[in-house]
């Protein structure tokens, strides 16, 4: 895993564009703490820090071809490089690592942009092509690697992060109050939001082209939930199920460095180690968040999926101290405001994981999403179904949706049976399935003067898609989870960016595109879908303990606002007082001064979950608008950051045009 | 019955004014969820000591504090001669 960064200017200057991208490097060196590299050109750099676990000896990076007329910066993993090696091979590409850096590279030139269809991971890049002075950026299908670009002048800068632009010296960053209000709405950035004005995050799926100063997007894959193939019976799904999990874990062990399990305590993970200890020659480590908030904790079920596997266990037990501790770092390598604290813990996990020498690790990420798991899902259908029903039917749905909600209990059945009622026909189009979920959204949205129409955006996503409008019900809820909770928040603010920020790469086998397509094709065939998982429970259960295997969904979350109330820590200034409000103009600050009292005074159980997310919304905010906007309180985490060993420096301004040799490579190896 | 207006101000965060009349829909304007519908009725029918029919609760009788003073004015009204 790695970080990278780079720069294209537009204005012919000749200043010397090494010192800014090894800055950009240096911000981002906890993505890849083992070793930097560069290459310059006229008017261009990039470069990458290199977290090595495939071929840690020949894996420097940049790479580039003989001719040295392409040049490779990438982050990620492409699992099927050994594959992709042998085709191309085949057609007499030579190789001089055993590294999938190399297989890109090589895919690239071969194939071009259709080279992209073909990988099966999580990955973005930047690909200088010196001949034509053009870049390209890509990133995988999920948006399992970010990629950031900004606008600068008559300078195009990208990184994986955008704390990289922090180094560039008159680069200023501004909070976009209608981004923000669309994040507030749906809970997450939208595939190219950023939150702040000018930076575009390069959407999942898609590539770009950059040359003379315009940057031109491309699709090449479009989220669909057609059955990728014909499943004739249960057993037959059962047994699909559990060989096409079997291969996409056993792909992604492919690394020369030991890999590790992240066990939440739920089935998705408990599947995804009980396979990599089935598959691994060696011990397995696991490694699990417990909570000291008994509300929040699964040690149980953690300890429980350890002991039967066998592995060596590793837990981080998690206080509200903690929380309100570790929250402005946290907050600062999200980059993004965040609607829930459960990521401030996965930030200190992987700092556990990171000290147990682990820099893999595996998790149970997107299982939710293949295999209908969320309530969401079954709120869908439920409520599309709804005037069909028979009212015991619907009662009887309900009570089976949310028993873990005290509010949903017989008492107040009929009140939710009565809410229920209120979202059974769509008022937003193509967003049924989140109208409910998007009511919170409103709510937080109130922290804007001018939040406008907070779902205009995401109704222009949807509307612009074009396989979406032929999708049932339940695959548009799908659809809009691919495109906002799991690539805005899961993937990253709770993901990448913490694991990294340790540098700790995490893996999701249930990202792979043949896991997603036999999801589809078995999905709502042999059940009603009111058993989250089944199938994928089926496929499994003999492996893992029974508490867990038939374990209902229990939502990963952590204590919100009332381990801020807990322990009160210095920076709730910037959300209590008016001053420090008066910072952020585009904030009510009357409203965001009433929440913030109000969920800081009253007990927990009297603080509704729209006021827990909004509160983190605003505490994000202000935090990210002290890091990035005023550039403030950063300490440790950049600006001192040192850039780590330099291994690989290339000039190639000296050089005549591409060809023969590989420039001037000052290979400091 | 401004009860009512203040403990929907103090529970959603809001304030009655001209920008936002009383016979706003909460649940469009994003006021409403799950969680609050729910305290809502719990402390109507704690206050006025009545009870709302199913009816009442699935209809679309409660989305305003218009429309629910109107409603718990009606049944307590209802109560008293009843």
């Known amino acids: ?669 | 019955m401004d009860k009512i207006r203040d403990f929907i101000e103090e529970q959603f965060l809001i304030e009655f004014d001209d920008s936002f009349p009383e016979d706003s829909d909460l649940f469009k304007e994003g006021v409403m969820d799950s969680f609050g519908y729910v305290q809502l009725i719990r402390f109507l029918e704690q206050e006025f000591d009545i009870r709302f029919t199913e009816q009442e609760m699935t209809g679309d009788v409660l989305v305003s504090l218009v429309q629910i003073r109107e409603t718990v004015a009606r049944k307590v009204a209802a109560r008293a001669t009843g």
């Open chain 1, 1 to 669: 895993m790695c970080g990278i960064a780079g720069l294209f200017r537009f204005d012919g200057s000749c200043e010397d564009p090494s010192e800014q991208v090894t800055g950009m490097l240096a911000a981002i060196a906890h993505r890849g703490p083992d070793g930097a590299g560069y290459v310059v050109d006229d008017g261009f750099a990039m470069g990458t820090v290199r977290l090595a676990i495939l071929d840690p000896a020949a894996g420097l990076q940049p790479i580039s071809d003989e001719s040295g007329r392409y040049w490779l910066c990438y982050n990620g993993e492409v699992y099927n490089y050994r594959e992709l090696r042998e085709t191309l091979v085949g057609l007499g590409h030579v190789f001089r690592t055993a590294c999938d850096t190399e297989v890109v590279l090589r895919a690239w030139i071969a194939w071009g942009p259709d080279c992209l269809t073909r990988f099966n991971g999580g990955f973005a890049f930047a690909l200088y092509d010196r001949q034509r002075q053009e870049l390209f950026m890509a990133r995988d299908r999920y948006g399992k690697r970010p990629l950031f670009l900004a606008r600068h002048g008559e300078t195009i800068l990208f990184a994986s992060e955008m704390k990289a632009f922090l180094a560039v010296s008159d680069f200023r960053f501004e909070q976009d109050p209608q981004q923000l209000a669309s994040i507030l709405g749906q809970w997450t950035p939208l595939p190219h939001q950023s939150g702040f004005r000018g930076i575009e995050s390069l959407p999942m799926g898609e590539w770009a082209r950059v040359r003379e100063g315009r940057i031109e997007r491309f699709v090449y894959d479009e989220l669909s939930f057609a059955p990728t193939e014909a499943v004739a019976s249960e057993g037959a799904a059962v047994r699909r199920i559990r060989a096409q999990l079997t291969d996409a874990v056993s792909l992604r062990l492919r690394s020369d460095v030991e890999v590790g399990v992240y066990l939440s305590g739920g089935v998705d993970s408990a599947i995804v180690a009980a396979l990599a200890r089935e598959l691994t020659p060696h011990p397995l480590s696991t490694f699990s968040v417990e909570f000291e908030d008994a509300e929040f904790d699964e040690s149980a079920e953690q300890r429980l999926v350890a002991e039967h596997l066998g592995t060596r266990h590793h837990a981080r037990r998690i206080s509200h101290a903690d929380i309100a501790e570790a929250c402005p770092d946290a907050v600062y390598h999200a980059e993004v405001p965040a609607f829930r604290s459960a990521f401030i813990p996965m930030f200190l996990l992987s700092q556990r994981t990171r000290e147990a020498g682990i820099k893999v690790i595996l998790s149970g990420e997107g299982a939710d999403e293949a295999f209908l798991g969320y309530d969401l899902f079954k709120e869908t259908l439920l409520r599309a179904a709804w005037s069909e029903l028979p009212e015991d039917m619907r009662r009887s749905r309900l009570e089976r949706l949310y028993p873990h909600l005290a509010h949903y209990g017989p008492k107040d059945i009929a009140a939710v049976t009565g809410l229920y009622h209120q979202f059974s026909a769509e008022k937003m189009p193509g967003l049924f399935s989140h109208e409910l979920r998007f009511q919170n959204g409103q709510f937080s949205a109130r922290l804007l003067n001018a939040p406008g129409d907070p779902f205009a955006e995401i109704s222009a996503l949807v509307a612009g898609s074009p396989a979406f409008g032929s999708m049932s019900a339940v695959e548009k809820a799908q659809w809009l989870e691919y495109k906002t909770l799991l690539p805005g928040y899961l993937l990253s603010t709770q993901g990448d960016r913490m694991s990294l920020a340790h540098g700790v790469e995490n893996r999701c086998p249930f990202l792979d595109p043949s896991v997603i397509g036999l999801a589809s094709s078995v999905n709502l065939r042999f059940d009603d879908g009111f058993t989250e998982k089944r199938l994928l429970r089926d496929a499994f259960r003999d492996r893992l303990p029974g508490a867990v295997a038939d374990k209902r969904k229990f939502p990963y979350r952590a204590p919100d606002a009332a381990a801020f109330a807990a322990r009160r820590p210095d920076y709730l200034d910037l959300v209590l007082s008016e001053s420090e409000l008066a910072n952020l103009p585009f904030l009510n600050a009357k409203f965001a001064q009433r929440l913030a009292t109000k969920v800081l005074t009253k007990p927990a159980e009297e603080v509704s979950t729209k006021e827990n997310q909004t509160f983190l919304f605003l505490l994000s905010i202000a935090l990210l608008d002290r890091f990035f906007v005023q550039r403030q309180g950063l300490g440790q985490a950049v600006g001192s950051s040192a850039l780590p060993p330099l291994q690989r420096a290339v000039d190639l301004r000296m050089e005549a045009a591409p060809h023969a040799s590989q420039g001037n490579l000052a290979s400091l190896t």
